[in-house]
């Protein structure tokens, strides 16, 4: 289980976190709600190793892994796939694909998850050999996916994954979030498209201005008319 406790993250003198907790329990789909500058990319971005805490603590398996360099997170099975579908742009989509498995030496194990990522994007391996910078938004996004992926993580944190894709793009992303947890990855959601997420997810946290305010199955913050309000409008 990936476990954050009482997390503490500021940027100069703006505090962006204030001590928030939540758990996402192996196998499960967990999604974090809330509005722009909430705090939602800081949590994905502190637990990669990517910003660093004031104070609090995040563990795996009981394993801390705040402090430690990005590498030693990928490796204790973590991955992000970033927000803004951040491809290399000048490599192929082979390439990209590749990149993502760049800490691994099991050349079998690599060959095998290709084909699983082949399995799940076939429109990535019919343009194995196309630029990553000429794919499609929705293409590109599925490349980010398909690279985070490429490590065999045991978590998979994905920041916005429908982000600026057009509707029938986005329900074949949350398809493929639901395959990919049904064969055992387990996924930590950030999506400002609350509706889709929480249908999806087994569990729902609500942050607030850097504060967890709410947690319940995805159906009870589905049915809970305050969430309704203030982030299902009318969808
Ligand atoms: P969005 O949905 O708009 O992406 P978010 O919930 O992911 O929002 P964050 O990106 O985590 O929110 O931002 C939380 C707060 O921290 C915001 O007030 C933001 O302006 C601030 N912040 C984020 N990154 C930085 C940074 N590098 N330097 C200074 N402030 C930052």
Redesign the pocket.
């Known amino acids: 289980m990936l476990k954050i406790e009482n997390l503490h ?1 500021s ?2 003198g ?1 505090k ?2 204030r001590g928030i907790s939540l758990e996402v329990p192996d196998g499960k789909i967990v999604t974090l709600i ?12 502190t637990i990669s190793g990517l ?1 660093k805490a004031d104070s609090g603590s995040i563990t795996y398996d009981g394993q801390e892994l705040l402090g430690k360099p990005i590498n030693k997170i990928l490796e204790a099975g973590i991955a992000q796939s970033p ?1 803004g579908r951040r491809v290399f742009a000048n490599l192929t989509v082979l390439e990209n694909l590749k990149i993502g498995a760049y800490l691994r030496k099991d050349k079998d194990g690599i060959e095998k998850d290709l084909k699983w990522v082949y399995e799940l994007f076939p429109r990535l391996e019919e343009r194995s050999w196309q630029l990553a910078g000429t794919l499609s938004g929705g293409e590109q996004q599925m490349l980010a996916v398909g690279r985070a992926l490429m490590s065999r993580p045991k978590v998979l944190m994905m ?2 994954p429908s982000l600026g894709l057009a509707p029938l793009v986005v329900q074949g992303i949350f398809d493929i979030i639901r395959t990919i947890n049904k064969e055992g990855v387990t996924v930590l959601l ?1 999506e ?1 498209n609350a509706n889709m997420a929480l249908k999806v997810a087994d569990l729902a946290y609500v ?1 607030e ?2 504060t967890i305010t709410k947690f319940g199955t995805g159906a009870e913050l589905l049915a809970d008319e305050s969430i309704k309000e203030a982030y299902l409008g009318k969808s």
């Open positions: 993250v940027y100069g703006i962006a976190l809330g509005a722009n500058g909430a705090g939602k990319s800081t949590t994905l971005r910003v927000e920041d916005e950030i400002q942050l201005t850097g």
